[in-house]
T-cell receptor, first 114, second 114 residues
Framework: AQSVAQPEDQVNVAEGNPLTVKCTYSVSGNPYLFWYVQYPNRGLQFLLKYITGDNLVKGSYGFEAEFNKSQTSFHLKKPSALVSDSALYFC????????????FGKGNQVVVIP | DTAVSQTPKYLVTQMGNDKSIKCEQN?????MYWYKQDSKKFLKIMFS???????INETVPNRFSPKSPDKAHLNLHINSLELGDSAVYFCASSQVSTGLYGYTFGSGTRLTVV
């Protein structure tokens, strides 16, 4: 089965510093990878996806992610973090079974310190 | 206009009761999902319907029964509620037939069983 791993529980970063949230994947075949963000008491919001093409994917709110096949990683990045970026971030991979199931990682809490 | 709407937003009920959660999407998507988010924020798929047909039915107690009267609606009925059913339940939709594999999520229903 396809899976993703988010090794860290929480990421603390000072406002204005670069933000990285890590994700590694395990798939058979070509991966379809996603990042979502969840603000408190809200549903998940789509940030970006990698299906094919350029390894650097740009998404919403200034986020981008780099697909690295050799390292089986899909880390989320933002050059300069804002306090409003404090949220829970989920990496996800699409199942290849044809049912469009997304398997989510455990989530990373990001805390941006003013 | 809310793309994926769930009702109710909060649900507090006693053990043993039967309750329903409703979900509607106005995006014209062909596939809808129910996910459960537990207290540790893990997201686990429960069910998925494609054009009113059940395509994913994970290992959940048969007290949980989804119903899709049409492709814009997916409801979740839970019989004989137990304390362990307390969680946030998210509805989501996607358009699989055109390759838009990402999900659009509702804002969630926080179910508390007392």
């Amino acid at each position: 089965a396809q899976s993703v791993a988010q090794p860290e529980d929480q990421v603390n970063v000072a406002e204005g510093n670069p933000l990285t949230v890590k994700c590694t994947y395990s798939v058979s075949g070509n991966p379809y990878l996603f990042w979502y963000v969840q603000y408190p008491n809200r549903g998940l919001q789509f940030l970006l996806k990698y299906i094919t093409g350029d390894n650097l994917v740009k998404g919403s709110y200034g986020f981008e992610a780099e697909f690295n096949k050799s390292q089986t990683s899909f880390h989320l990045k933002k050059p300069s973090a804002l306090v409003s970026d404090s949220a829970l971030y989920f990496c996800a991979v699409r199942d290849t079974g044809g049912n469009n199931r997304l398997a989510f990682g455990k989530g990373n809490q990001v805390v941006v310190i003013p | 206009d809310t793309a994926v709407s769930q009702t109710p937003k909060y649900l507090v009920t006693q053990m043993g009761n039967d309750k329903s959660i409703k979900c509607e999407q106005n995006l014209g998507h062909d596939t809808m999902y129910w996910y459960k988010q537990d207290s540790k924020k893990f997201l686990k798929i429960m069910f998925s319907y494609n054009n009113k047909e059940l395509i994913i039915n994970e290992t959940v107690p048969n007290r949980f029964s989804p119903k899709s009267p049409d492709k814009a609606h997916l409801n979740l009925h839970i019989n004989s509620l137990e304390l362990g059913d307390s969680a946030v339940y998210f509805c989501a939709s996607s358009q699989v037939s055109t390759g838009l594999y990402g999900y659009t999520f509702g804002s969630g229903t926080r179910l508390t069983v007392v």
